[in-house]
């Protein structure tokens, strides 16, 4: 158990264009989902903290109007990236945390975007 | 959640058991060791966690000591498919999220 999906894979847009990644937790239920990004040969970085049904915490320095996040359903958090540019092209990786367990997050496979 | 301190690199001959230490010198009482891997272009892998006891799970054990201000992971027979970057990282029960480090670089070498 505890497997996280995300879609797409890999994504290449052009440059002014929004991309949507979508992260699933394919047989839990998560309240709580977090979304992390990773330049080359650099570490995970946080972004934001999802909350189903609520607004989405972010970490000082994300543009929330940028990078918008729905977390509509206990499986389910997107994460948008609005009019994008190519330093935006990253990995991004989300994880998520079992409704009632505050132990362990699971994290989803990453979706590497490329933006031209 | 309390730093950690990790060897930026370590070489494993296949085969051999991997020993990963980890430095967590201002860990709190409250707060776990929880070890992740990452292998290239893939998102992190849990692999373990512990509080105060030895743990020890199908894909390694942990070893924490008795002052827990460090610990270990050991991979009892590493393959060439545990190399990857490893991640120590301390963070309370109830702590939000988790805080990456630059890891270890482990690699397994045939």
């Known amino acids: 158990g505890a497997v996280v999906s995300q879609h797409p894979s890999r994504v290449i847009c052009k440059s002014g264009t929004s991309v949507k990644i979508e992260c699933r937790s394919l047989?839990?239920?998560?309240?709580?989902m977090f979304w992390y990004r990773q330049f080359p040969k650099q570490s995970l970085m946080l972004m934001a903290t999802?909350?189903?049904?609520?607004?989405?915490?972010?970490e000082q320095g994300v543009e929330k109007d940028k990078f918008l996040i729905n977390h509509a359903s206990l499986t389910l958090s997107t994460l948008t990236v609005t009019s994008a540019h190519p330093e935006d092209s990253s990995f991004y990786i989300c994880?998520?945390?079992?409704?009632?367990?505050?132990?362990?997050?699971?994290f989803g496979p990453g979706t590497r975007l490329l933006v031209l | 959640d309390a730093k950690t301190t990790q060897p930026t690199s370590m070489d494993c001959a296949e085969g051999r058991a991997a020993n990963l230490p980890c430095n967590h010198s201002?860990?709190?009482?409250?707060?776990?060791v929880y070890w992740y891997r990452q292998i290239h272009s893939q998102g992190p892998q849990y692999i373990i966690h512990?509080?105060?006891n030895n743990e020890t799970n199908e894909m390694a054990s942990l070893i924490i000591t008795e002052d827990r201000k460090s610990s270990t992971l050991i991979l009892p027979h590493a393959t060439l498919r545990d190399t990857a970057v490893y991640y120590c990282?301390?963070?309370?029960?109830?702590?939000?999220?988790?805080?990456f480090g630059p890891g270890t670089r482990l690699s397994v070498l045939p």
């Open positions: 994880s998520a945390r079992k409704t009632g367990n505050q132990e362990t997050q699971y």
């Open positions: 047989d839990f239920q998560a309240t709580t």
């Open positions: 999802s909350n189903e049904g609520s607004k989405a915490t972010y």
């Open positions: 201002t860990i709190s009482g409250n707060e776990y």
């Open positions: 512990g509080l105060k």
């Open positions: 990282i301390v963070r309370s029960y109830y702590g939000q999220n988790f805080v």
